[in-house]
């Protein structure tokens, strides 16, 4: 553990922290900085120091999950109650599927508050496999149909936590994981989509024709795109569209050829188009950070330079040079 972050006032303290099962963190309010995690969390985590746990991977599952007692999300409920128990999907280090049964308990002190969170994985795949191998063998039991109960479950959460609802396309967590892998296994361009003037289309029409909008915006990218491409709803009217080993007059020429199939598509006779920011990792220097800001900056250009237009960002202007 990093102590330089968190002092305990005893040994006591110490000693629990390190030794319970369960995986601790100490995050300083509700972004961060991560404080302190025990053994266990960095383990959990695949990283030997605290620095290098993820934190928005590790907050994003928990503080959005909708406590379904109260229907509102963990974050909500924390910041009121100042307590909250429940379930919540993740992946292990290798990206395994699981279910984690988490508490997350808030301390104020005189200067700040802490949130304290226990993590204790509850199901994984690992165990799963073992309980499918057991009913294969005829060792069927009740305990193991409640266990293959909860496997489906958990599956069906992880799903749910990488899935925007409203279009079906994978969410900003997902594109964050998978972006990361892209550019650990080769060169990925990034597509960037802004849906031009959508506040007005809200404000005129009302959100139900908005989301309609949305959901005929991910129909578009679906069906313009190759099977090992992917598309995301990062938020809002922002879409993101990851081409693995792409080239950059390739990512240029997909990313003019969905534009203009934007602009053309209907949603109940209403038409709208999409600005495109384009950037392109072609080698290991590039990072999730780096790559999704010179998209970001190239899409600001296009908005600014009349919108319903594509821009490259410097490393797909280099690299095409």
């Known amino acids: 553990m990093d102590s330089a972050r968190f002092e305990w006032s005893g ?51 928990i503080w959005y999950t909708v406590d379904p007692l109260t229907q509102r ?32 308990v808030s301390v104020n002190d005189p200067t700040r508050t802490l949130n304290v969170i226990y993590i204790r994985t509850t199901h994984s795949e690992a165990l799963f496999e073992g309980l499918s191998e057991a009913v294969d063998q005829g060792l069927e039991s009740s305990l193991v149909s409640r266990a293959l109960e909860l496997q489906q479950r958990c ?9 925007d609802a409203l279009t079906g396309l994978k969410n900003r967590r997902a594109f964050e994981v998978e972006l990361e892998e892209r550019l650990a296994s080769g060169a990925v361009a990034l597509l960037l989509f802004d849906l031009d003037h959508f506040k007005s289309v809200n404000d005129t029409y009302g959100h139900p024709v908005g989301d309609a909008v ?28 990851l081409l693995p080993l792409a080239r950059p007059r390739i990512a240029a020429d997909v990313a003019e050829r969905l534009r203009r199939m934007i602009s053309e598509a209907e949603t109940d006779g209403l038409k709208v188009t999409a600005s495109v920011g384009v950037a392109l990792a072609s080698d290991s220097s590039a990072t999730v950070d780096s790559l999704y800001h010179e998209a970001d900056r190239a899409l600001y250009r296009a908005k600014k330079n009349g919108r319903n237009q594509v821009v490259l960002g410097v490393s797909a202007e280099r690299d095409s040079a």
């Open 11 to 61: 040994e006591l303290g110490r000693a629990l922290f390190e030794n319970v099962p369960e995986q601790i963190l100490i995050l300083d309010g509700f972004e961060g900085p991560l404080l302190a995690a025990n053994s266990v969390a960095l383990k959990a985590h695949g990283v030997a120091q605290l620095d290098q746990i993820d934190v928005n991977k590790v907050l994003a599952p």
């Open 73 to 104: 999300t963990v974050i909500d409920v924390v910041a009121e109650t100042g307590i909250w128990q429940g379930d919540a999907p993740s992946m292990g280090p290798e990206g395994a599927a699981q279910l984690d049964r988490i508490t997350v």
């Open 214 to 241: 949305l959901r005929t915006m991910a129909g578009v990218l679906q069906k313009g795109l190759r099977s090992v491409d992917s598309a995301y709803r990062l938020g809002g009217e922002e879409f993101g569209v």
């Open 155 to 163: 599956l069906e959460e992880t799903a749910k936590a990488t899935q």
